[in-house]
């Protein structure tokens, strides 16, 4: 056991020693010379991307944050599967779920057309298309950091476990984040982001059928899109919040009224240290919009390679 801990206690310091040296080395101009084109180039592909399909905003934001959330934000989510690399678009959380992919390959050839060749990360593509989906979907802004590298594998076991669920109580869920650097506050805004998209039947049908503290007509409701049986349109959408192309307070509202469509949305109210920014996101939307951005930023500095660590890939979707 006490192996255990000295392995962990070890990892922690490699994790807070990449942490910070990605603070000291990033900027947010750090493609102004090599590619001064980088960033509108990227801004413009995203636009287009979420005109064809508004969900894409929402979709583009849960890469980076499914990126992020497993070995850093290194960009190892868009590895395809080799002889040596177990993809993470496999794991439980992410297969059929997970989308986006063809966008940012798009971001990718255009980037590097603009740049003149593979000059940006797709670590640094995936953390700016959120960013600028957000900001297409009625959100803030923030000043997003680069020069990050991309990882050279991939890690589908550690998807499994790190990536938060939506059958996930809140115990756990502040375990998760803490285990990444992000504390109660995080949590709750970047649960947020559920402003923003869909939710597929067999992630809210537990929900709908056994939890007590969801609206009963709510609940109906959504029985009639998601039968109980599982297998039996598990793949069904229905709308996060009352607003999924717009990124508002409306998440908040419903989980005041008991009407989360996720039981990892509706526990934010079951302790204080988290109920209380849940209720101030509430009636003060700019404080949620700045707690967002905020959090954004510190989620973009987990675990990231700069240096030579790991390399700028020139298709994302394989080591070069």
């Not at 609940?219 to 717009?246: E, H, M, R, W, Y």
Request: hydrophobic share 35%.
């Amino acid at each position: 056991m006490a192996s255990f801990r000295n392995i962990f206690l070890q990892l922690l310091v490699i994790f807070a020693m990449t942490t910070t040296s990605f603070a000291n080395s990033c900027s947010t101009s750090y493609y102004k010379k090599s590619c001064p084109k980088a960033l509108s180039t990227i801004q413009k592909a995203v636009k287009e991307a979420v005109k064809k399909e508004r969900r894409m905003g929402a979709s583009l934001l849960r890469l980076h944050f499914h990126d992020c959330f497993v070995q850093g934000c290194d960009a190892s989510v868009l590895l395809d599967s080799t002889s040596t690399i177990s993809t993470e678009k496999d794991a439980i959380p992410n297969k059929n779920s997970l989308r986006g992919f063809d966008v940012v390959d798009d971001i990718k050839t255009k980037v590097d057309e603009a740049c003149g060749g593979s000059i940006v990360s797709c670590a640094d593509i995936l953390a700016v298309a959120a960013r600028d989906s957000v900001v297409l979907l009625g959100g803030p802004s923030w000043d997003v950091k680069l020069g990050r590298k991309d990882s050279l594998n991939a890690n589908a076991t550690l998807a499994l476990f790190n990536l938060p669920n939506s059958t996930r109580d809140l115990p756990n869920l502040l375990d998760q984040f803490k285990k990444q650097g992000l504390n109660e506050k995080d949590l709750v805004a970047l649960s947020g982001g559920h402003t923003l998209g869909l939710s597929q039947c067999r992630h809210f049908r537990t929900r709908i059928y056994n939890d007590t503290d969801i609206l009963p007509s709510y609940a109906k409701s959504l029985q009639k899109l998601c039968p109980s049986t599982v297998g039996d349109g598990d793949f069904n959408l229905t709308k996060l919040d009352a607003t999924p192309n717009k990124f508002d307070g409306s998440y908040f509202t419903n989980i005041l009224r008991e009407k989360a469509l996720l039981h990892s949305d509706q526990v934010l109210i079951n302790g204080n240290s988290t109920k209380k920014f849940v209720e101030t996101y509430n009636i003060n939307p700019k404080a949620f919009s700045d707690d967002f951005k905020k959090s954004m930023v510190k989620m973009g500095d987990i675990g990231v390679l700069t240096g030579n660590q790991g390399e700028i890939r020139r298709k994302c979707r394989f080591v070069n």
